[in-house]
Nanobody, 122 residues
Framework: QVQLVESGGGLVQTGGSLRLSCAAS????????MAWFRQAPGKEREFVAA????????VYEDSVKGRFTISRDNAKNTVYLQINNLKPEDTAVYYC???????????????WGQGTQVTVSS
């Protein structure tokens, strides 16, 4: 129903920054919320941040507050994740997702991108 394509990942040094992008296409009118999740090797996919299209309300996982910022450009159908002061523990595949309600649970999101790799060197 909705196609999501992530970009902006790469290899960076500790303390650096990245801005991830998620471009949405298809039946976007059926979506209400957009979110970022991440999955490190051997770990569960975990919630990072989410926002609502209509008013920009945001929700963050506690461990990323102050370093990560989610934003959206409705005219471009694009959601961003600005990551500052990167740490090695941020290394993961970052996934964009869309769903009908804002929240932290994976089950709330029905459409997913293929992910973009973020690698932070020591």
């Amino acid at each position: 129903q909705v196609q999501l394509v992530e970009s902006g990942g790469g290899l960076v040094q500790t303390g650096g920054s990245l801005r991830l992008s998620c471009a949405a296409s298809g039946r976007i009118f059926r979506t209400f919320a957009m979110a970022w999740f991440r999955q490190a090797p051997g770990k569960e996919r975990e919630f990072v941040a989410a926002t609502r299209w209509n008013d920009g309300l945001t929700v963050y996982e506690d461990s990323v507050k102050g370093r990560f910022t989610i934003s959206r450009d409705n005219a471009k159908n694009t959601v961003y994740l600005q990551i500052n002061n990167l740490k090695p523990e941020d290394t993961a595949v970052y996934y964009c997702a869309s769903g009908g309600i804002l929240g932290m649970r994976r089950s709330l999101y029905t459409d997913w991108g293929q992910g973009t790799q973020v690698t932070v060197s020591s």
